[in-house]
C-alpha cells in the first residue's frame, strides 16, 4: 500500500522530517519525507495496510513541537518501490 501525503501548519522547523523518519523505520514503512516551498511537508509512505496507517495516524499530531493543521493522505494505485525511509533534502 503507497500513500502520498501533504502535512500542513508548524510543520518546518521543528524536527517533522527526522522524527517521521524514526517512526516510519522503527515500524517498517519505507518511502521518503521533504519539505515543500509553501511550508509543508509532502510523505511518500508504502508498507502493509496496518503499517501505513498507523505512520499516517503520527502524522496527523507529528512531533511535540509541531502543530500540525491538516493531513491530504491520497493513496497511489501505482509507485515504484522504496527501500529503507529518507529526508530528502
Do not use: H
Amino acid at each position: 500500500m503507497t500513500y502520498r501525503a501533504v502535512i500542513s501548519g508548524q510543520v518546518q522547523g521543528v524536527a517533522f522530517r527526522s522524527s517521521m523518519r524514526q517512526f516510519a523505520l522503527r515500524n517498517g514503512v519505507d518511502g521518503w519525507v521533504k519539505n515543500r516551498d509553501d511550508g509543508s511537508v509532502e510523505a511518500l509512505v508504502q508498507g502493509d495496510e496496518g503499517q501505513v496507517r498507523l505512520l499516517l495516524e503520527w502524522a496527523r499530531a507529528g512531533p511535540p513541537a509541531a502543530k500540525v493543521a491538516s493531513l491530504d493522505a491520497r493513496r497511489l494505485d501505482s509507485c515504484p518501490r522504496e527501500w529503507g525511509f529518507r529526508v530528502v533534502e
